[in-house]
């Protein structure tokens, strides 16, 4: 997911389909959604990071849930990531929406993407601070990003419902910032305003403030793949759909 950092406004954390994938890129797998009755699929494609900004990421939610204990672990289903695109998109044609991402990806270098991480931020959230590692904006993320807009647009809707989202029995519930973000993701979030960043958890305002004063050392870490996920509350990526390996 994209945001402007310190807002009001709400952030959002954070098949081989018929060709052949020219390397460095590979299909590992695809899942369809729990429920193909549901018209509208909430989607977010993101980048999952390396391991070096995975366990960065961790390690900051691991704070952020020794203050908050009732804030979200960042595990199998939260999985950390950078959000490219977030969209509504018509349920029976997301084998469309896989094949149009992957041409994309054919058509760019993600194996010589930089993520380079340089600081944490937060928004507010209700009353908490909703928190992230951010990275720096490149053109070949935007460059990637503007041509997934085009490509995903002839299977996108407008808008959708909470039923577009994962639900279970431990989180039944997609507040309305979530929807509504989804919705207004192009353009709020898209070309000049936005901002990569990786969603590591929530926390008081005071908290999550504390950690943005401390000193914060830079890295850069590679991409490890290219994934579509079902989206869940805050913008969680909760179901995987789609994922391409990047070979470095």
């Given at each position: 997911?994209?945001?402007?950092?310190?807002?009001?406004?709400?952030?959002?954390?954070?098949?081989?389909?018929?060709?052949?994938?020219?390397?460095?890129?590979?299909?590992?797998?695809?899942?369809?959604?729990?429920?193909?009755?549901?018209?509208?699929?909430?989607?977010?494609?993101?980048?999952?990071?390396?391991?070096?900004?995975?366990?960065?990421?961790?390690?900051?939610?691991?704070?952020?849930?020794?203050?908050?204990?009732?804030?979200?672990?960042?595990?199998?289903n939260h999985t950390p990531h950078i959000t490219l695109l977030q969209r509504y998109v018509k349920t029976s044609q997301?084998?469309?929406?896989?094949?149009?991402?992957?041409?994309?990806?054919?058509?760019?270098?993600?194996?010589?993407?930089?993520?380079?991480?340089?600081?944490?931020?937060?928004?507010?959230?209700?009353?908490?601070?909703?928190?992230?590692?951010?990275?720096?904006?490149?053109?070949?993320?935007?460059?990637?990003?503007?041509?997934?807009?085009?490509?995903?647009?002839?299977?996108?809707?407008?808008?959708?419902?909470?039923?577009?989202?994962?639900?279970?029995?431990?989180?039944?519930?997609?507040?309305?910032?979530?929807?509504?973000?989804?919705?207004?993701?192009?353009?709020?979030?898209?070309?000049?305003?936005?901002?990569?960043?990786?969603?590591?958890?929530?926390?008081?305002?005071?908290?999550?403030?504390?950690?943005?004063?401390?000193?914060?050392?830079?890295?850069?870490?590679?991409?490890?793949?290219?994934?579509?996920?079902?989206?869940?509350?805050?913008?969680?990526?909760?179901?995987?759909?789609?994922?391409?390996?990047?070979?470095?």
């Amino acid at each position: 997911m994209s945001y402007a950092f310190r807002s009001r406004a709400p952030m959002l954390a954070f098949v081989f389909l018929g060709f052949t994938l020219t390397p460095p890129l590979r299909a590992i797998w695809t899942l369809p959604p729990d429920d193909r009755a549901t018209e509208v699929t909430a989607i977010d494609i993101c980048i999952e990071p390396g391991q070096l900004l995975v366990q960065h990421a961790m390690n900051a939610n691991a704070r952020l849930r020794a203050e908050f204990p009732d804030g979200f672990s960042l595990d199998q289903n939260h999985t950390p990531h950078i959000t490219l695109l977030q969209r509504y998109v018509k349920t029976s044609q997301l084998e469309q929406v896989y094949q149009a991402v992957e041409k994309v990806l054919a058509s760019e270098q993600p194996q010589n993407w930089k993520l380079n991480a340089f600081k944490y931020d937060y928004v507010a959230w209700g009353n908490q601070g909703l928190a992230a590692i951010v990275v720096e904006q490149t053109d070949e993320l935007l460059r990637c990003q503007s041509k997934l807009i085009d490509a995903v647009m002839p299977f996108t809707v407008s808008t959708g419902t909470a039923a577009a989202f994962v639900t279970t029995p431990q989180d039944p519930e997609i507040d309305q910032p979530t929807i509504d973000y989804v919705a207004s993701f192009v353009p709020k979030a898209t070309i000049t305003k936005y901002r990569p960043h990786v969603t590591i958890g929530v926390a008081s305002e005071a908290y999550v403030n504390q950690m943005n004063a401390q000193p914060f050392e830079r890295f850069s870490s590679g991409p490890r793949c290219v994934s579509v996920f079902h989206l869940g509350n805050f913008g969680t990526a909760r179901t995987k759909l789609k994922s391409w390996n990047i070979a470095p």
